[in-house]
């Protein structure tokens, strides 16, 4: 059996980073971006109105007030998106729109409040400096600059940036296709007659769930009895895949069908056992280069495995340099014993009182109830030689679901 850490650097050494596709851009969100964004323009393009008002020369109005308002002549309209005919000559203002280019000849813009239309002319009633109510060209973006870098996540910043300089298209990494293939002459699946003796597969539908949720595309293989023939034949279809699950049927005494199978079409073996509760028999290993994991059957092995081993996989292969969830420290609010040698994960529900994380069990931490992760919105790690942890004491918390950080406090 080997340790958490040597278990995930062995596979994630396996994992390789797939290549590149062209997406439009609203389907780029959430991808990893494979290559760098630059601007092709100042934006704002041109010096633009901040305000509605007048675009003015600022010497013209140099004083102005209520009591001795000044009057200048005003030689056209500009709307957002219109460019200006005219240049403002002394004593002359072009009424603007917020957006519109600040004429040449003019400075500064005086906002419509602190105005009065009467005719053609304007009546100005505050002096303003050189540059006032505008936006400059290039104050968002310059020309050539790097608006986004390569390996970024896309959100929806950065979405609307694309956009901005110019871009409908984008190059992000591929999303690995996951075959799932769920083992055991127990299984049916959810719509078929669901007798007592058998149990509907949900580790089908958690899995593809969990393939989804990192952005990965499941690809359903269906379910096996525990024979040889129907676990090649479904394994066989997983191959067009970039990466294989494979459920159930590696706890002692079941594993060497799923072994020798796995073997028949030539599965690499890396390691078989991790020292983790739940999830200790995980096989990992690749088929013709492609990754393989022989996840545990039960519910909740299947669960916690896929999130410390699966997923930082998936993530490598579409790009991300992250691959981890938050560990946060919160403090214990009952005891808990075990036995020393394996890292556990408990299943475990964390929340802020007050400045501070606080965190309990869900209840009953036995592998197949899978309740316990439907209460839980992280995991408490026990390290390896812990043997007992009192209330009171600081915990390390891995976070599922950032959900309850609603209340605006940081991580610490
Ligand atoms: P195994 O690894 O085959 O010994 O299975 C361990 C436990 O997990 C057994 O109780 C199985 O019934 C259960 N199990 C196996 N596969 C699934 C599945 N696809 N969905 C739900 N439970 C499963
Ligand atoms: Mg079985």
């Given at each position: ?25 609203i389907s780029s969100l959430g991808r990893v971006i494979g ?57 002359e203002a072009v009424r603007i729109m917020t957006g519109a ?312």
């Amino acid at each position: 059996m080997i340790s958490v850490e040597e278990a995930l650097n062995r596979i994630l050494t396996r994992i390789p980073v797939l290549g590149l596709e062209k997406v439009d851009i609203i389907s780029s969100l959430g991808r990893v971006i494979g290559e760098d964004i630059l601007a092709p323009r100042d934006i704002p393009p041109l010096d633009n109105s901040a305000m509605d008002g007048y675009a003015v020369r600022s010497a013209d109005i140099k004083g102005a007030s209520r009591e001795n308002p000044i009057s200048l002549m005003v030689i056209e309209e500009l709307p957002a998106g219109a460019l200006p005919q005219r240049a403002p000559t002394k004593g002359e203002a072009v009424r603007i729109m917020t957006g519109a280019p600040i004429p040449p000849g003019a400075d500064t813009v005086v906002m419509v409040e602190d105005t009065e239309k009467a005719g053609q002319q304007v009546r100005v009633f505050q002096g303003v400096p050189p540059g006032e109510n505008m936006r400059r060209a290039g104050e968002d973006v310059k020309k050539g600059d790097r608006v986004i870098s390569k390996g970024s996540v896309i959100r929806a910043a950065e979405v609307g940036m694309l956009a901005s300089v110019g871009r409908a298209s984008v190059y992000v990494h591929q999303r690995p296709v996951v075959a799932i293939l769920c083992t055991g002459d127990e299984l049916v699946d959810v719509d078929e007659g669901i007798a007592d003796h058998k149990i509907v597969s949900s580790n089908s539908y958690t899995l593809s769930a969990q393939v989804m949720e990192c952005g990965a595309l499941p690809l359903q293989l269906g379910i096996a009895k525990d024979t040889p023939e129907e676990i090649e034949e479904k394994l066989r279809q997983g191959l067009r895949a970039d990466l294989i699950l494979s459920s159930a049927g590696v706890s002692v005494g079941d594993y060497d069908l799923v072994k020798d199978v796995l073997g028949g079409i030539g599965f690499q073996m890396e390691f078989w056992g991790v020292a983790m509760r739940p999830g200790q028999p995980l096989a990992f290993g690749t088929i013709r280069k492609k990754p393989t994991f022989g996840l545990p059957g039960n519910p909740v092995s299947s669960m916690v495995s896929f999130e410390q081993f699966v997923r930082p996989s998936l993530l490598k292969m579409m790009g991300h340099k992250n691959l981890f969830r938050p560990v946060v420290k919160a403090i214990l609010k009952e005891n808990i014993i075990k036995k020393p040698g394996r890292r556990h994960f408990m299943r475990a529900r964390v929340s802020l009182e007050e400045d501070r994380y606080v965190v309990t069990t869900t209840g009953p931490q036995g592998s197949g109830i899978l309740n316990s992760m439907v209460e839980a919105n992280s995991l408490l790690i026990v390290p390896e030689e812990e043997t007992e942890i009192k209330a009171g004491e600081k915990v390390q918390v891995l976070i599922l679901d950032r959900g309850f950080e609603s209340a605006g406090v940081e991580i610490t």
